[in-house]
């Protein structure tokens, strides 16, 4: 069955828009079937951005980009570019339109992990895809260390009932700093410093 997280998507595709207001401004994005989080921004991801946003320094990836939220919002009140990647082909193809309607400057691309994907960053945000399981989301954790430049930081957001404690423990093996930058109706934001 698949998942949004699944490279090919099996639903009928139903595109659809969004409003999404962060901070003084307000986004209308393209959503569709078979996408984390179709209709709203979710909790976990605003809480994200809230907590990190301001801390983001380039390069920056949206890992796990979705239909590209996360990256146009940091693209446009940073005034960055942004790279996107996803495993989702659907999602990459609305985070591509997007980017072209705010005229965020990214580059979205298909990439399990960093499979795909050889750069160097110095800030990555990801929202793990927790149901995917925890051998993909410490993977995914051990390849964004890899892959952050010395002194650059990875932020995630996480339930502490989707496994929080665990998530930290393993995370402290990779990095040499991992803080909690909010707290937030059971969300957890950590900001992991290489």
Partial sequence: MPHYYSQEQQTPSQPTEVEIGFRDRSYIFLTDRGVFSKGRLDYGTQT?????????AEPFLDLGCGYG??????????GISVDMTDVNKRALELAKK???????EAEVFYSDGFAQNDRQ??????????R??????HRLFKESHEHLLPGGSLYIVIQKKQGL????????TLFKEVQTLERS?????????K
Avoid: M, W
């Avoid at 994200?48 to 983001?56: G, H, K, T």
């Avoid at 995917?132 to 989301?137: D, F, I, L, Q, T």
């Avoid at 404690?165 to 402290?172: F, N, P």
């Fill in 48 to 56: 994200l951005l809230n907590a990190a946003v301001d801390e983001i």
């Fill in 69 to 78: 939220a996360v990256g146009v919002i940091a693209g446009s009140i940073k």
């Fill in 98 to 104: 997007n980017a072209n309607r705010y005229r965020v």
């Fill in 121 to 130: 960053y110095q800030t990555i945000f990801l929202n793990p895809p927790i």
């Fill in 132 to 137: 995917a399981g925890k051998e993909v989301v």
């Fill in 165 to 172: 404690g665990s998530a930290k423990k393993y995370l402290l």
């Fill in 185 to 193: 109706a059971g969300y957890h934001v950590l900001k992991c410093t």
